[in-house]
């Protein structure tokens, strides 16, 4: 089991900066790969961005490719998100997730993802 507390939302302007984390705790030592999901209000929760268990491999939503950059720091079991050039559009609910069973993967489908944080609101104003 793993449980995921994320950190690091707000609100900022357009064409401002966040940066998220989501730390990791789980109860056996594995391997996992980590993503970011999103949603907003009224709509389904998209992928945002995902990362395979060593950082060797990610993968990003056409949406946020070249302004969001995903990382992880192994040792300190924490994934991060670094969001640039903020738009209103990329206000949501950010959460970030665990896929157990497939650590050299960076899938885009939610359901692929065994655990999940509670999210962080994540504001952009125009």
Do not use: H
């Amino acid at each position: 089991q793993v449980q995921l507390v994320e950190s690091g939302g707000g609100l900022v302007q357009a064409g401002g900066s966040l940066r998220l984390a989501c730390a990791a705790a789980a109860r056996s030592r594995g391997t996992y790969a980590m993503g970011w999901f999103r949603q907003a209000p009224g709509k389904e929760r998209e992928f945002v961005a995902a990362i395979n268990w060593n950082g060797g491999k990610t993968d990003y939503a056409a949406s946020v490719k070249g302004r969001f950059t995903i990382s992880r720091d192994i040792a300190e079991n924490t994934l991060f998100l670094q969001m640039n050039s903020l738009k209103p559009e990329d206000t949501a609910v950010y959460y970030c997730a665990v896929d157990w069973t497939s650590p050299w993967g960076t899938s885009n489908w939610a359901s692929e993802y065994e655990y999940w944080g509670q999210g962080t609101q994540v504001t952009v104003a125009s």
